[in-house]
């Protein structure tokens, strides 16, 4: 499979760093420090080269995740865009009550919802899942 566009959206260099690590060899990946940053990024994809991949943290200063994958859905939307052929989003997070899943996969709209630290197996079974991957 041909590496997969993706945007790394945390505000921690170190949680950043480690996705993109983790995902050396099958994505091609952008980071943004914040919401503001992200949202400038998709954007501009938007007319070149469209991301495959949001990992979106939720938990951020300024503009959290949740403000962020809204205006995300918004624009996808103004631009006539459906769900099924948007962004995927991968929801970063340290919470973990079934309260935080519910809220993030509402509010987001999300493909999934990883726990920090991401165990890197659970992040290639994700992916895996959602056709970006294949087993090895």
């Known amino acids: ?3 997969f566009r993706c945007l790394v959206v945390d505000d921690e ?4 760093e480690l ?3 983790n995902l050396q060899g099958v994505a091609s990946c952008d980071s943004a420090a914040n919401g503001e940053d992200a ?3 998709y954007s501009s994809s938007l ?3 469209p991301y495959d991949v949001i990992f979106l943290d939720i938990i951020m200063p300024g503009m959290d995740g949740h403000e962020v994958a809204t205006v995300i859905r918004r624009m996808e939307l103004e631009r006539g865009i459906t769900l ?3 962004v995927k989003i991968i929801v970063v997070s340290s919470l973990d009550t079934p309260q935080d899943f519910n809220k993030s996969f509402v509010s987001t709209r999300s493909v999934a919802h990883l726990i920090k630290p991401i165990k890197a197996e659970k992040m290639k079974r ?6 970006l991957i294949s087993e090895s």
């Open 1 to 3: 499979m041909k590496p």
């Open 13 to 16: 260099i170190l949680g950043r």
């Open 19 to 21: 996705l993109i690590l």
């Open 39 to 41: 949202l400038e990024k």
């Open 47 to 49: 007319d070149t080269n």
């Open 84 to 86: 099924d052929k948007g």
């Open 126 to 131: 994700t992916l895996c899942r959602l056709g």
